[in-house]
């Protein structure tokens, strides 16, 4: 059998040898192909007795599977050469930029307004919502302000334009989210809870006023609501709102025609080097306006004062957002200045949850 | 308000600190927004003995001195002419801070001597304009703190002033006794008496007075005054002209200064007329006639309109009732008789006259929030008695017309509620006597209100005169119970909920919500199919700002300029928010608007940039439409408002309701918004959006087949105006059962098009997918299907397939 091992070395040393697929090919085709020198010597086994085709034919499958074995390996080899080559050509410069993608923003003003739904949501208030223009009756009347109180002209108030021959009262541009208190309790009764975040209007433009702002109000009413229960309400919504471990507020002695008594309420803070900080300190800071739903404005709205009692209060929104997120000047709110946007926006996905905590 | 400390202590005996006086008055509900105490400034001085004085080796006008201090012999250069032995003056150590010469002292040396601080004259203390010399001091030992010096000696220099604000329910406040009633109530002292001892009249008074019955129940209810004969009205004492400047006022003559003394101390406000120049002997109280004129005390000369208050003599009008008095018959240095006026003014009247004639004065002030009704007659007793006092004088019997008006009323005090409602343990005795100290008269369980409580209108009022008394810094808080156990309830209407979901995804989808003003200015508002009277503001605060918005794309138009100008080309802007399509309530409606300017990215190496367009915005009203539960086939229609592009812009809608408009804003608008192009936009009426009619989570059931889908290819030659969707839709409809989808892969207009096809002509390409569901297709099934589409499309298009 000195043949085999002649051709063996023969086809080893030749794909050994092959410099591309083709010529790798044409070794696999003269060794193993129909017409291949192996291929030739198999064919001859079925001429043989048992006894040598035995022996012959285990040398030859040997000889068969060895080559092969061989050729495949070259195979991979090259493609693996190939491959490399390749690669090696094909480098990139992956410093360059990724395709521009457009990250959008939330502004400010409608992040913390779903922050107050989510807390106050968790404390069973709903969102009520009540139209921007308004009747005097809405905005004054009902909330116990009657047409010549001194107080109607601290609203600094935007009257709408009437046609000649209308007599009734010029409508006003809402200059509180409180008439909201009065729909929201003609339409439900009693007992309610609900918060009414919107835009509201007074005639005031300067360093730290805008002709239109954001206010929530907020109304509790039921049998026996008290103004105590009140302050645990907003001491509560303070420490989720500003995420800090505990705040701690003051009630000061205060007048609003829609509620009595009333109360202006300061929230305890420091300002050290700018920086705001609530909870701690030895500052005060006016934050909001509360009391106890003045009877004459549950008699307004429909509900008998003798069987229900409740709080009211009225927070700026941008106020509040300005304390909590850093942000300076309130005229730059509704500027839609696209660096401010970018900057105090908030992504698409910061959605405002308890679990989570409101902000990120 | 403001007022002083040793003003308050004419009315309030207390040996409280200042400290705790301001916070019971900001605990009351008086907010302390302002003290100075002049004392502050002058707190480290002390006094100081001069030992011996001789002239500076070097300088002739200056001495030499010894000084005695509380730390010992002091040697102190000083150039005032009379720094001499045996004086006892005010010293400013080194360190200290001078307030007249704004400079804080150091150890100096003056010609080669050395200077251990200075001796201060009045100027340097800011006491006065004195700088003749070094201050002085009749009294005092060294060592001694001037301000304690001062306190004793010259109370007025170190009197701290207190500016409150008043809350316009307080009208009682508006007065230095007030304020005091409510401090002694609070426990911070007592309330001093206040002695009235009615001034005999030694003559009848020459002017007589009257009311016209028409002002009689509203508007003048009570008049009174006297004249007082044979003053003389000179400049007031000093320690009224320094009560007066200490709260900002400017002493004028005694008779003006009592009447404003009256005003802040009783919030009784008067007025004096000069007697001599009023003629005809009768004061008459009447409404205005119309046109009449009056050069008032401020300088300004005002015309009356019809039924405005006045008093007026026998040539005309002489002063504004209760607002301001006339410079005609005001008083004067000459004036020798005067009539002394005191009145009950309708609060209303006054507040309406005030407002028309756009006058502000401490009386009107006063008047329209409510002083005292019945004090009007001693209040005039009171004044009369200080006029004699200060100018001498002999008093007239008083004369008046009306009378007081009775206020009396009275309201249960229920002390149960009273704690009910505050949810602060206050005992009964104690909601009792703070009443009483608040002036009310207890009857029972029936409490009524003092005459100068005007605003104390119902049981609630007493429920916060006694929470306010008692502090509502103690008020401590108690959980409110949740309305319903358990997990809470989802709280936000559908409505709600879509307005979060537009937001979220509009955002999601890369725009930066912006919140713009609800009012805009008038052309824009035309522009945009607003501007009318009805949503006209009629007092706006700026031109910019005069009509309520109908859209909100002008506000974003508006926002992109002024962006551009800045040199951000590029914009995504949104905002979702109310517009305004009238001037009632509830004439408004919720808008969802996105805008894209410029292009739709950076110049980058992958050729990202290019100008955005009409289909950037309709997907994304698309996606906003879907996250609000729109139907998924939605009819897109041309009827379009005159601000979108007439070919470029299209509707989204179902049927006649129009959820939606998105495409190119029209180039006219565009200019005239000062907006640099392309520009697109889409605005969502989200309130059209139809809602489903029951709300569960359940999703239909899934059906997928497992068999192959095909996927079959067909172009079209149209003409160039067909709307791709007719050939959509007919193909969709050629076998609805088989055709899952219908998709555009591919379009081809323009010359080139045009070239190839003929003149007019594009071709579109379809991709129909088929989705068998019982068994596999076979290519006769196919070409069957495939068949009826092309048979549809081109019946519906006019087109034929392009071979």
């Not at chain 1, 923003?105 to 779903?114: D, F, G």
């Not at chain 1, 306006?289 to 229900?308: E, F, R």
């Not at chain 1, 009692?309 to 200045?337: C, N, T, V, W």
């Not at chain 2, 706006?540 to 918005?549: G, N, Q, V, Y």
Request: hydrophobic residues 45%.
């Amino acid at each position: 059998m000195d043949g085999l091992d002649t051709l063996k070395a023969k086809y080893l040393t030749a794909a050994a040898n092959a410099t591309g697929e083709a010529a790798l090919e044409e070794v696999r085709l003269a060794a193993l192909g129909k017409k291949g020198e192996i291929s030739a010597l198999m064919a001859t086994l079925g001429k043989m007795d048992p006894e040598t085709r035995k022996t012959a034919g285990v040398s030859l499958n040997a000889l068969k599977d060895e080559i092969d074995a061989a050729l495949r390996a070259k195979k991979a080899a090259l493609a693996d050469a190939a491959l490399d080559e390749r690669l090696r050509s094909e480098w990139l410069d992956v410093t360059l930029p990724g395709r521009p993608r457009r990250m959008g923003t939330i502004h400010p003003v409608s992040q913390v307004m779903e922050e107050l739904t989510a807390i106050f949501g968790d404390m069973g208030f709903a969102v009520a919502e009540g139209p921007q223009v308004e009747s005097d009756w809405y905005n004054f009347d009902a909330l116990n302000i009657p047409p010549e109180h001194p107080a109607r002209q601290e609203h600094d108030t935007f009257f709408m334009h009437r046609a000649p021959g209308d007599n009734r009262p010029p409508h006003v541009l809402r200059t509180h989210t409180s008439p909201v208190q009065i729909r929201a309790m003609a339409e439900q009764g009693a007992p309610i809870r609900v918060i009414a975040p919107g835009r509201v209007y007074r005639m005031d433009m300067d360093q730290t006023h805008t002709p239109m702002f954001h206010q929530v109000e907020g109304l509790a009413i039921d049998r026996d609501i008290s103004m105590a229960n009140l302050k645990w309400t907003l001491e509560e919504f303070c420490r989720a709102f500003f995420e800090v471990p505990s705040v701690e507020l003051r009630f000061r002695a205060s007048h609003f025609p829609f509620t009595e008594p009333s109360a202006e309420v300061d929230i305890r803070c420091s300002w050290e080097g700018g920086q705001l900080k609530i909870g701690q300190g030895d500052k005060w800071m006016e934050i909001l306006g509360s009391g106890m739903v003045h009877p004459k404005v549950l008699a307004a709205a429909g509900v008998d004062p003798t069987q229900w009692q409740g709080f009211a209060f009225g927070m700026g929104i941008d106020r509040i957002a300005m304390l909590k997120y850093g942000i300076p000047d309130l005229r730059a709110f509704f500027e839609s200045d696209l660096r401010w946007l970018r900057h105090y926006g908030f992504a698409a996905l910061d959605m405002p949850n308890l679990p989570g905590g409101l902000s990120r | 308000m403001k007022f002083t400390l040793s003003w308050l202590k004419d009315h309030l005996e207390t040996s409280a600190p200042l400290d705790d006086i301001l916070y019971a008055l900001t605990d009351l509900g008086l907010e302390v927004e302002e003290v100075v105490d002049p004392a502050a400034r002058l707190a480290s001085f002390t006094l100081a003995k001069v030992l011996h004085a001789e002239p500076h080796p070097d300088a002739d006008r200056l001495r030499v001195c010894r000084v005695l201090t509380d730390e010992g012999e002091k040697q102190i250069v000083c150039g005032a002419p009379n720094a001499r032995a045996g004086i006892t003056v005010v010293l400013c150590k080194p360190g200290d801070y001078v307030p007249g010469i704004d400079v804080t002292l150091g150890v100096g040396k003056i010609r080669g001597v050395e200077s251990h601080g200075m001796m201060a004259s009045e100027r340097e203390l800011e006491l006065s304009d004195e700088h003749n010399g070094i201050i002085e001091l009749p009294s005092g030992e060294v060592g001694e703190r001037f301000v304690d010096w001062l306190a004793a000696n010259r109370p007025g220099t170190v009197d701290p002033m207190i500016h409150i604000k008043i809350t316009p329910n307080r009208p009682d406040a508006l007065g230095v006794r007030g304020l005091a009633r409510d401090l002694a109530a609070r426990g911070l002292g007592v309330l001093k008496p206040l002695v009235i001892e009615p001034v005999a009249g030694a003559f009848p008074s020459p002017i007589a007075v009257q009311i016209d019955d028409a002002l009689k129940v509203n508007g003048c209810p009570h008049f009174a005054g006297r004249v007082i004969r044979g003053v003389k009205n000179g400049p007031s004492p000093d320690w009224l002209q320094a009560r007066l400047k200490a709260i900002g006022l400017r002493p004028i003559s005694a008779l003006v200064d009592i009447t404003n003394f009256f005003t802040f101390a009783l919030n009784r406000p008067l007025h004096v007329f000069d007697a001599d120049k009023v003629t005809g002997g009768v004061l008459r109280i009447h409404p205005a006639a119309g046109g009449e004129e009056l050069l008032a005390l401020d300088g300004k000369t005002y015309a009356l309109r019809a039924g405005q208050m006045a008093i007026s003599d026998a040539t005309g009008v002489e002063s504004l009732a209760g607002i301001m008095g006339g410079e005609h018959s005001g008083c004067t240095e000459g004036t020798v008789n005067v009539f002394l006026e005191s009145a009950f003014w309708d609060p209303i009247t006054v507040a309406s006259t005030g407002r028309a004639l756009k006058i502000n004065s401490d009386a009107r002030y006063r008047f329209e929030r409510g002083v005292d009704p019945a004090f009007t007659l001693p209040g005039l007793e009171l004044a009369t008695q200080m006029v004699l006092d200060l100018c001498g004088g002999e008093a007239s019997a008083v004369v008046q017309d009306g009378a007081a008006p009775d206020v009396t009323r009275a309201y249960r005090l229920d002390p149960a509620r009273v704690i009910s409602l505050v949810g602060m343990d206050i005992p009964e005795a104690e909601q009792r006597a703070t009443l009483v100290a608040l002036g009310f008269t207890l009857n029972g369980d029936m409490a009524t209100p003092p005459t100068w409580r005007p605003d104390v209108l119902g049981e609630a009022d007493l429920v916060e005169e006694v929470a306010r008394v008692a502090s509502l810094t103690k008020l401590q808080g108690k959980p409110l119970k949740r309305a319903v156990p358990g997990v809470p309830r989802p709280i936000l209407t559908p409505m709600q909920m879509r307005e979060k979901a537009a937001r979220r995804t509009i955002a999601a989808l890369g725009y930066n919500e912006c919140v713009t003003y609800s009012f805009i200015d008038q052309t824009a508002a035309t522009l945009f199919g607003g501007g009318q009277d009805a949503v006209r503001v009629d007092n706006p605060i700026s031109s910019e700002m005069t009509h309520l918005r109908p859209d909100l794309l002008p506000g974003l138009l508006r926002a992109a300029a002024r962006n551009q100008a800045r040199g951000f080309m590029d914009l995504a802007l949104a905002e979702i928010g109310p517009a305004f399509h009238g001037g009632e309530p509830g004439e408004q409606h919720l808008q969802a608007t996105g805008l894209l300017v410029g292009a739709s990215a950076p110049r980058d190496p992958h050729g990202s940039r290019r100008p955005v367009d009409v289909f950037d915005v309709k997907a994304d009203v698309e996606a906003v439409l879907a996250a609000l539960g729109a139907p998924a086939k939605v009819q897109v229609g041309r009827k379009l408002a005159a601000w979108w592009h007439p070919g470029r812009s299209g509707t989204l809608g179902l049927g006649p309701n129009v959820m939606a408009t998105f495409g190119e804003v029209h180039p006219r608008v565009l200019a005239a918004m000062e907006v640099k192009g392309p520009a697109v936009a889409f605005t969502v009426l989200v309130g059209n959006v139809p809602q489903p009619k029951v709300k569960t989570p359940l999703r239909a059931a899934l059906t997928i087949s497992d068999l192959q889908a095909v996927d079959r290819d067909f172009a079209f030659v149209v003409d160039k105006g067909v709307e791709v969707l007719t050939a959509v839709n007919a193909a969709q409809g050629a076998d609805k059962a088989l055709i899952e989808s219908v998709r555009v892969f591919d379009q081809f207009t323009g010359e080139k098009a045009e070239a190839q096809m003929g003149a007019g002509k594009k071709s579109i390409a379809l991709t129909v997918r088929l989705q068998p569901v019982d068994k596999t297709l076979t290519e006769a099934d196919i070409e069957v299907v495939s068949k009826k589409i092309v048979e549809k499309v081109t019946k519906a298009t006019g087109g034929t397939l392009r071979g």
